[in-house]
């Protein structure tokens, strides 16, 4: 047996007690770089500028332009839990600054060398003060310009274990960038510089509009492609910034919620954009979202999380009545072809195709989409193009809109303003995964029935889990009965799947359903069984579509609402403008 002797319990030393706070709040560098730029934005600093050496554990410094402190406030400074942003317990139901806990500074002065330099705005001098690992010595005069200046050496000297965890210089700088861009982003009237070995890393200027700072942070590919997205309700109002489906990442660290100058983690938001993306994003992938939002303070409880990192919503309807619906409408509204004004162009394609079907007997009726000449087929490629089989039919031009394909892959189509190409698998993609989709929620797919049934190898587990899944299968149009130990029998397939397909979608949809989890409900797995099948419905490269197939293909995508975007993101159309074959051509 161990013999244990109790200790009596006791106060913790105040030294020790601020170096298990700052366990808690500096993690690692860019903790400290976090908490100091608060501090800045809170003194309502215009500018600030941060400097960093190898990777900040050397060196921080964070300089400001606020409004600075007199040596009464220095001399509370590094005291725990001393802060001039809370004066009694009800100011904590209406946060307002970044900071409120008074923890940040005793906890950076108890692991590192630190030094404040300060001036009061209107004040003539400025005093400093130094903390040296839980040692505090000042205020004394020094001179200083107006605002505030914290330098920070030699982050965790005297906590040898904090030390071994930081990263590569490299890395620590990293998650400083990355700390100092959402700041950016979120406070484009403010003029942010960071530096590292002195070099210039980022310089957002003061005064920007949130689109310029968004520029300027985020290079102008993503920062032009973001679309804009507003919300309002008495209790708070959103400012967000999407990025189209064609853009989407494997991780989730590009959801980006800003909360009354916060960044948060935050599952609610994180679920309600994932929901609005639902349609357009392969599963696995996640998309790039900038959402700010201004909520009055009461509506929500920031004090929550050390770190100040999440928060509390008190009521979050505003989020899934009208944010969601809003992200939603964003994207199935924009224009995700390449090249079109945002909006305008679905419309004018849609418009194109309805006029052109208002004046026609109809895709399924012989005289359709007339070709003008079009150029002798490329070499080794079949003797028939689809020119000539469209060509074949056509009444003589009268129509305002025509079609052909071309390689067996692409449509190329005369819309009104000039010309679109169709990537046809994207597209027909798109229309099935749709079709499917509403199908499965309201029963389940059409079947055809096999003639000759189709036998399928299992392995262990798959032939568990087909026994499983039946009632689920059925719904997918897939119908089994057993054959023996690992084989079993497919005796109907959906019907919009070619029937070589069988064995594969029947392995397909077993895996999805058994990756499915307890967290899954019915209607994601719906999403994946549509994306699935759509995938394998859909006609692919080098297929040969009939002038019929094309046009009932135009025909059904013009009617739906995000035609424009295949289910993985990628686009489907292409469009030319005359503005832009004009200008190509030098005709202006
Ligand atoms: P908190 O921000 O939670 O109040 P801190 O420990 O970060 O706690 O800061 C303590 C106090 O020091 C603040 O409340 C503020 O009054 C003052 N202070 C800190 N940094 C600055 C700054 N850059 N400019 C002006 N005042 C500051
Ligand atoms: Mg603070």
């Not at 679309?227 to 959801?255: C, F, K, M, Q, W």
Request: glycine share 8%.
């Amino acid at each position: 047996m161990i013999e244990k002797t109790k200790a009596r319990i006791r106060v913790l030393d105040p030294h020790i007690a601020n170096k298990i706070a700052a366990g808690e709040v500096i993690e690692r560098p860019a903790s400290v770089v976090k908490e100091l730029v608060e501090n800045a934005l809170d003194a309502g600093a215009e500018h600030i500028e941060v400097f960093v050496e190898e990777g900040g554990s050397r060196l921080l410094r964070v300089v400001d332009d606020g409004i600075g402190m007199n040596a009464d406030d220095l001399q509370l400074a590094f005291v725990p839990h001393a802060t001039s942003k809370l004066a009694d317990v009800e100011d904590l139901e209406c946060i307002a600054s970044l900071g409120f806990r008074g923890e940040a500074l005793a906890s950076i002065g108890s692991v590192a060398h630190a030094r404040i330099v300060s001036r009061l705005r209107g004040e003539e001098t400025g005093h400093a003060l130094e903390n040296h690992g839980g040692d505090v010595r000042g205020p004394h005069r020094a001179g200083a310009a107006p605002g505030t200046e914290v330098t920070v050496r030699n982050l965790f000297f005297n906590t040898p274990a904090r030390r071994k965890f930081l990263r590569t210089p490299r890395t620590e700088f990293g998650h400083i960038e990355d700390a100092i861009a959402r700041f950016a982003l979120c406070f484009p009237e403010v003029g942010f510089r960071l530096l590292h070995d002195g070099r210039e890393i980022l310089h957002a200027p003061h005064g920007q509009s949130r689109t310029e700072r968004l520029q300027a942070v985020l290079g102008k590919e993503l920062g032009h492609s973001l679309l804009p997205v507003g919300a309002n309700s008495p209790g708070g109002t959103l400012e967000g910034y999407l990025a189209p489906p064609s853009i989407s990442r494997a991780h989730a660290r590009d959801l980006h919620f800003f909360v009354n100058g916060r960044h948060i983690r935050d599952k609610i938001l994180h679920r309600v954009v994932r929901q609005a993306y639902r349609d357009c994003l392969h599963h696995g992938r996640y998309p790039v979202v900038f959402l700010f939002f201004e909520i009055d303070p009461a509506q929500i409880d920031v004090n929550v999380h050390p770190t100040k990192s999440e928060i509390r919503w008190r009521d979050s309807s505003f989020l899934h009545r009208v944010v969601g619906p809003e992200l939603t409408r964003t994207l199935r509204a924009a224009d995700l072809a390449v090249g079109g004004e945002p909006g305008d162009h679905n419309e004018r394609v849609r418009e194109a195709v309805s006029d052109y079907f208002a004046s026609s007997p109809g895709p399924s009726s012989q005289a359709v989409w007339p070709v003008q000449s079009w150029p002798a087929p490329a070499a080794g490629r079949p003797q028939v193009t689809a020119g000539d089989r469209i060509a074949e039919a056509a009444p003589g031009g009268t129509t305002p809109f025509s079609v052909f394909q071309v390689h067996d892959s692409y449509l190329v189509c005369e819309v009104e303003d000039g010309i679109a190409i169709v990537d046809q698998h994207a597209l027909h993609e798109r229309v099935q995964y749709d079709r499917i989709l509403s199908k499965l929620t309201e029963g389940g797919v059409e079947t055809q029935r096999l003639l000759v049934p189709e036998e399928v190898e299992l392995t262990g587990t798959e032939r568990g889990l087909i026994e499983e899944h039946t009632d689920l299968l059925k719904r997918c149009g897939l119908e089994w009965s057993p054959f023996g130990n690992s084989t079993v029998v497919l005796e109907t397939m959906p019907a919009v799947i070619p029937r070589s397909h069988g064995g594969d979608l029947l392995r397909d949809l077993l895996e999805l359903a058994a990756v499915r989890g307890e967290e899954a409900d019915a209607r994601t797995l719906f999403h994946r069984v549509a994306d699935t099948m759509a995938c394998k419905a859909a006609v692919r490269f080098g297929d040969r579509l009939s002038r019929e197939e094309a046009a009932a293909l135009l025909q059904e995508s013009g009617a739906l609402d995000r035609a424009f975007v295949c289910p993985h993101g990628r686009p489907t159309v292409l469009r030319l403008p005359f503005a832009q074959l004009e200008k190509h051509f030098g005709r202006r």
